[in-house]
């Protein structure tokens, strides 16, 4: 049967972009790499049992090429390196044609064996004798005539002049390099699974840790920057917005702040993030106004029933992330803004980007 490779490239590629802290990152969801991964996975079973039938067909051939060169050697001349290699070839023939005779006798409506069959066709032989010591002959055998055919092989232009040996040389050479063309592609296909394999794990963690497929926004920002979203607030000349959530607002001094971490650039692709995650809820205090937060390229703006106001981007101090609000503090304020939001760490992650952004545009 001959043998088709499967093509790492019927995997979908996804386009790479390259995230500060995190390396290259595919512009492609959480579950559209699993997909990926998971039929690339598919497709490595298939190219191994491709490769390994490629290698049973590759032997075959030197097994029926040896057990043609070995009767003809008048006609190659093998140099003395091969002597011991034919004479153990033809022992174990003489030795395979007695153990048939005594099979034969043993079980008298078995056809008999012949040995001229063995040399002709070896590898199956030693696949269809039930018999443990005869098995183990002709495997022996086997093995023995394709490494007789795979040293005469190096010498083509001696061997090629002995009878019917040409299409058995022609027809080893190609399957010798068709499963080199495989296992290429099966190496090549590996290598793809690990890297997506890393970038799942990567994205996982992150994910874990802030909530949201971090790295994929990461990488969209990184590659076509920050979306614009409509405002409902006024907007200065230049000023885009880009992230819009309704908000409680409370205010207080900070006080005792609770054990907290800063994520890694590994989880959100900023290089020097503002704030820090903070374990529990916020502390319990009164509700002052109830509005939304618009966050620009410039500003974070807040806009209730019965305030509203605007902080620049580079006037934030600290951002305090709990498990339901935000804390802002700013220059030129003596209390910090308490936000309480629906998804805290997705809103910090957009502040930080806006806040690189801003940085960047001077």
Same mark, same amino acid.
């Given at each position: 049967?001959? +043998?088709?490779?499967?093509?790492?490239?019927?995997?979908? @590629?996804?386009?790479?972009?390259?995230?500060?802290?995190?390396?290259? *990152?595919?512009?492609?969801? *959480?579950?559209?790499?699993?997909?990926?991964?998971?039929?690339?996975?598919?497709?490595?079973? @298939?190219?191994?049992?491709?490769?390994?039938?490629?290698? &049973? @067909?590759?032997? &075959?051939?030197?097994?029926?090429?040896?057990?043609?060169?070995?009767?003809?050697?008048?006609?190659?001349?093998?140099?003395?390196?091969?002597?011991?290699?034919?004479? $153990?070839?033809?022992?174990? %023939?003489?030795?395979?044609?007695?153990? =048939?005779?005594?099979?034969?006798? #043993? $079980?008298?409506?078995?056809?008999?064996?012949?040995?001229?069959?063995?040399?002709?066709?070896?590898?199956?032989?030693?696949?269809?004798? !039930?018999?443990? $010591?005869?098995?183990?002959?002709?495997?022996?055998?086997?093995?023995?005539?394709?490494?007789?055919?795979?040293? #005469?092989?190096?010498?083509?232009?001696?061997? /090629?002049?002995?009878? &019917? #040996?040409?299409?058995?040389?022609?027809?080893?050479?190609?399957?010798?390099?068709?499963?080199?063309?495989?296992?290429?592609?099966?190496?090549?296909?590996?290598?793809?699974?690990?890297?997506?394999?890393?970038?799942?794990?990567?994205? =996982?963690?992150?994910?874990? @840790?802030?909530?949201?497929?971090?790295?994929?926004?990461?990488?969209?920002?990184?590659?076509?920057?920050? !979306?614009?979203?409509?405002?409902?607030?006024?907007?200065?000349?230049?000023? +885009?917005?880009?992230?819009?959530?309704? +908000?409680?607002?409370?205010?207080?001094? *900070?006080?005792?702040?609770?054990?907290?971490?800063?994520?890694?650039?590994?989880?959100?692709?900023?290089?020097?993030?503002?704030?820090?995650?903070?374990? /529990?809820?916020?502390?319990?205090?009164?509700?002052?106004?109830? /509005?939304?937060?618009? *966050?620009?390229?410039?500003?974070?703006?807040?806009?209730? /029933?019965?305030?509203?106001?605007?902080?620049?981007?580079?006037?934030?101090?600290?951002?305090?992330?709990?498990?339901?609000?935000? #804390?802002?503090?700013?220059?030129?304020?003596?209390?910090?803004?308490?936000?309480?939001?629906?998804?805290?760490?997705? %809103?910090?992650?957009?502040?930080?980007?806006?806040? &690189?952004?801003?940085?960047?545009?001077?």
């Amino acid at each position: 049967m001959p +043998v088709v490779a499967t093509n790492v490239s019927d995997v979908k @590629q996804f386009t790479q972009v390259d995230v500060v802290g995190a390396g290259s *990152i595919s512009m492609a969801t *959480i579950d559209q790499l699993r997909g990926a991964l998971g039929t690339l996975r598919h497709q490595i079973q @298939q190219q191994q049992g491709e490769v390994r039938e490629a290698g &049973d @067909q590759t032997e &075959d051939a030197l097994a029926d090429l040896g057990a043609l060169l070995v009767p003809r050697r008048g006609w190659w001349n093998p140099p003395a390196e091969f002597h011991p290699q034919l004479l $153990e070839a033809e022992r174990l %023939v003489a030795q395979i044609a007695l153990l =048939d005779e005594r099979i034969a006798r #043993a $079980e008298p409506n078995r056809p008999p064996g012949a040995a001229a069959t063995l040399l002709a066709v070896p590898a199956r032989v030693a696949r269809r004798d !039930p018999v443990h $010591e005869r098995s183990r002959a002709a495997g022996k055998l086997r093995n023995i005539l394709v490494q007789i055919a795979s040293a #005469a092989g190096a010498t083509a232009p001696a061997v /090629g002049g002995v009878p &019917d #040996a040409e299409p058995l040389l022609t027809k080893a050479f190609e399957l010798q390099s068709r499963a080199s063309e495989l296992r290429a592609a099966s190496s090549a296909a590996e290598a793809q699974a690990a890297a997506l394999d890393r970038e799942l794990r990567a994205r =996982d963690e992150a994910a874990r @840790q802030m909530g949201f497929d971090a790295l994929h926004l990461a990488a969209y920002f990184r590659a076509q920057g920050m !979306p614009a979203v409509e405002s409902p607030v006024a907007l200065q000349r230049g000023e +885009v917005a880009h992230f819009c959530t309704g +908000v409680v607002l409370s205010r207080s001094t *900070i006080g005792v702040r609770l054990p907290g971490f800063t994520p890694p650039a590994a989880h959100t692709g900023v290089r020097f993030w503002l704030g820090t995650f903070r374990s /529990g809820s916020m502390p319990a205090l009164p509700a002052l106004d109830t /509005g939304t937060l618009t *966050i620009s390229n410039r500003m974070l703006h807040f806009a209730g /029933g019965s305030q509203a106001f605007a902080t620049p981007l580079d006037n934030l101090v600290e951002i305090d992330v709990y498990a339901d609000a935000l #804390a802002v503090l700013a220059l030129g304020r003596e209390s910090a803004e308490f936000y309480r939001v629906a998804a805290p760490r997705q %809103v910090a992650f957009y502040l930080n980007w806006a806040q &690189d952004t801003s940085s960047k545009l001077g």
